[in-house]
């Protein structure tokens, strides 16, 4: 997604980099991410801002791009909602964010001209998704968020943000279908770096692969049992004794994103998409008041109330307990991973043998217990951009050194065992055209879009209605928004 902050009159990397990562706020952040931003709060940001005024304006027209009005308020919005997800701005003038929010407003109306279809269920969808966050951040119910942003009512809160959703939903869909078709060719990305001088080709930090196998304690079925007989007498007792559901959820709950809630989750409707399939089959089962027998999932086992059904949302509250794990399945967890290093450190083995035999993570271990990086879905990570946690675990192995064994835990395992691996490391390198080749052509095709766009908003802005008021008639753009003005 790009950004247009200069004009690229030369080929420069620290360029492309910098408006491609500014541009994920600007383009991607609108979709999955966006929020209103409450009046008060975009006063409030607009004057600590770095690219503030020294005034809050009265609301006017600032611009008009085709069928888009753009707003005074607009502008301090998109600078609200940008520090809102941790952009950093500073070194940004007001006029090229100006300039960006002009860019999305074309974006959009260009979209609708060439008839992009929206994915309405998508974007509702996404308006589900977000009301259910900022209500299960905030602990509140539906009435509060009306109340907050200033709405009329839920319908009307639900109509602004699936416009604001809409908008961004079309311009991410026109940019990509200008830059779908772009590609590069090898005789490009050879041309492309030997464009770049010398003394400005990128420095790629160090990389490595990172391998792990985890072994994860045993549950006994007599610990399974235990839980079960315990989620039914609390189903019992406030069946029965009159007991409430939210002070059980609120004692005794292992889930602590809900239990100081008293259990409640967010609304639920059928079209979420991501849900975890056995929560989702008891509670679209219940009826309302109803509580449902203990079911597993791989969080542990839980007991569903079904408070409310109102209208396609249903209020649900539940509890979650994890069976307890012995002291003899633990001590045999580690004893397993204790003999599964031996057999590596000792040469009887391979590290990707003893994953493919031993590990009991599904998602590496037939990989050969090689972690995947979930930013660029490879194997590889740089170390400076590397989880903090991660970095902990393996800073100091050597390439193919094992490590020692480490207790570890994650959002379904209280307690588990693994050992570590680093391997395949290249230290801070000066871009090399043979060894980087496919980080090369990476940035080449990011060029060669930048061009594409510019190319592209060019001949589009000739052809579209755009009028620009007041103070912004002053800027400095790249683009020719002022035209014959």
Same mark, same amino acid.
């Given at each position: 997604?790009?950004?247009?902050?200069?004009?690229?009159? +030369?080929?420069?990397?620290?360029?492309?980099?910098? +408006?491609?990562?500014?541009?994920?706020?600007?383009?991607?952040?609108?979709?999955?991410?966006?929020?209103?931003?409450?009046? $008060?709060?975009?006063?409030?940001?607009?004057?600590?801002?770095?690219?503030?005024?020294?005034?809050?304006?009265?609301?006017?027209?600032?611009?008009?791009?085709?069928?888009?009005?753009?707003?005074?308020?607009?502008?301090?919005?998109?600078?609200?909602?940008?520090?809102?997800?941790?952009?950093?701005?500073?070194?940004?003038?007001?006029?090229?964010?100006?300039?960006?929010?002009?860019?999305?407003?074309?974006?959009?109306?260009?979209?609708?001209? %060439?008839?992009?279809?929206?994915?309405?269920?998508?974007?509702?969808?996404?308006?589900?998704?977000?009301?259910?966050?900022?209500?299960?951040?905030?602990?509140?119910?539906? %009435?509060?968020?009306?109340?907050?942003?200033?709405? $009329?009512? $839920?319908?009307?809160?639900?109509?602004?943000?699936?416009?604001?959703?809409?908008?961004?939903?079309?311009?991410?869909?026109?940019?990509?279908?200008?830059?779908?078709?772009?590609?590069?060719?090898?005789?490009?990305?050879?041309?492309?770096?030997?464009?770049?001088?010398?003394?400005?080709?990128? +420095?790629?930090?160090?990389?490595?692969?990172?391998?792990?196998?985890?072994?994860?304690?045993?549950?006994?079925? $007599?610990?399974?049992?235990?839980?079960?007989?315990?989620?039914?007498?609390?189903?019992?007792?406030?069946?029965?004794?009159?007991?409430?559901?939210?002070?059980?959820?609120?004692?005794?709950?292992?889930?602590?994103?809900?239990?100081?809630?008293?259990?409640?989750?967010?609304? !639920?409707?059928?079209?979420? &998409?991501?849900?975890?399939?056995?929560?989702?089959?008891?509670?679209?089962?219940?009826?309302?008041?109803?509580?449902?027998?203990?079911?597993?999932?791989?969080?542990?086992?839980?007991?569903?109330?079904?408070?409310?059904?109102?209208?396609?949302?249903?209020?649900?509250?539940?509890?979650?307990?994890? &069976?307890?794990?012995?002291?003899? +399945?633990?001590?045999?967890?580690?004893?397993?991973?204790?003999?599964?290093?031996?057999?590596?450190?000792?040469?009887?083995?391979?590290?990707?043998?003893?994953?493919?035999?031993?590990?009991?993570?599904?998602?590496?271990?037939?990989?050969?217990?090689?972690?995947?990086?979930?930013?660029?879905?490879?194997?590889?990570?740089?170390?400076?951009?590397?989880?903090?946690? !991660?970095?902990?675990?393996?800073?100091?192995?050597?390439?193919?050194?094992?490590?020692?064994?480490?207790?570890?835990?994650?959002?379904?395992?209280?307690?588990?065992?693994?050992? !570590?691996?680093?391997?395949?490391?290249?230290?801070?390198?000066?871009?090399?055209?043979?060894?980087?080749?496919?980080?090369?052509?990476?940035?080449?095709?990011?060029?060669?879009?930048?061009?594409?766009?510019?190319?592209?908003?060019?001949?589009?802005?000739?052809?579209?209605?755009?009028?620009?008021?007041?103070?912004?008639?002053?800027?400095?753009?790249?683009?020719?928004?002022?035209?014959?003005?």
């Amino acid at each position: 997604m790009i950004f247009q902050k200069m004009q690229l009159k +030369t080929i420069n990397f620290k360029f492309i980099t910098n +408006t491609l990562s500014l541009c994920f706020f600007l383009y991607v952040g609108t979709i999955g991410a966006q929020e209103i931003i409450p009046d $008060e709060v975009v006063k409030e940001k607009v004057k600590d801002s770095v690219v503030n005024t020294s005034r809050i304006k009265a609301d006017g027209v600032a611009a008009v791009v085709g069928d888009f009005i753009v707003l005074e308020s607009d502008l301090d919005r998109e600078i609200a909602q940008l520090e809102a997800q941790g952009a950093d701005l500073s070194g940004v003038t007001r006029c090229e964010l100006f300039g960006s929010l002009l860019e999305k407003k074309l974006y959009a109306h260009q979209a609708i001209q %060439d008839s992009i279809i929206v994915n309405e269920l998508y974007i509702k969808s996404l308006v589900d998704q977000q009301i259910e966050g900022i209500l299960a951040q905030s602990r509140q119910d539906i %009435d509060w968020l009306v109340n907050y942003y200033k709405k $009329e009512s $839920e319908q009307a809160l639900r109509d602004e943000m699936y416009e604001i959703n809409k908008n961004g939903y079309l311009a991410q869909e026109m940019q990509k279908k200008v830059i779908d078709d772009v590609e590069v060719t090898p005789e490009e990305v050879r041309t492309f770096f030997n464009d770049i001088p010398k003394d400005e080709r990128p +420095t790629f930090g160090t990389e490595l692969k990172v391998s792990q196998i985890v072994v994860i304690p045993e549950v006994t079925e $007599e610990a399974k049992k235990a839980v079960i007989e315990r989620l039914k007498g609390f189903k019992k007792d406030v069946e029965e004794n009159g007991a409430k559901f939210a002070t059980k959820a609120l004692f005794y709950s292992e889930d602590s994103g809900s239990k100081n809630n008293g259990g409640l989750l967010p609304a !639920m409707n059928r079209k979420q &998409p991501r849900m975890v399939k056995e929560f989702r089959d008891v509670a679209f089962n219940l009826q309302e008041g109803e509580i449902s027998e203990p079911f597993e999932t791989d969080f542990g086992f839980h007991i569903i109330y079904l408070e409310k059904i109102r209208g396609q949302e249903y209020i649900v509250r539940h509890i979650l307990l994890r &069976p307890e794990l012995t002291p003899e +399945t633990i001590e045999k967890a580690q004893e397993k991973i204790e003999k599964v290093r031996e057999l590596i450190v000792n040469g009887k083995t391979t590290f990707a043998e003893a994953a493919l035999e031993f590990s009991d993570e599904e998602e590496t271990k037939f990989e050969g217990g090689r972690l995947t990086n979930p930013t660029t879905q490879d194997f590889n990570f740089e170390l400076t951009k590397m989880d903090t946690e !991660m970095y902990t675990q393996i800073q100091g192995l050597k390439d193919g050194e094992v490590s020692q064994i480490i207790q570890d835990e994650d959002r379904v395992n209280n307690i588990k065992f693994k050992i !570590m691996m680093v391997s395949d490391r290249i230290d801070d390198h000066e871009a090399d055209y043979a060894r980087d080749y496919l980080k090369i052509k990476e940035l080449a095709l990011q060029d060669k879009q930048v061009r594409a766009i510019e190319k592209w908003q060019k001949e589009v802005i000739t052809n579209t209605y755009v009028k620009i008021n007041g103070e912004y008639r002053n800027c400095d753009y790249q683009s020719n928004w002022l035209k014959i003005q």
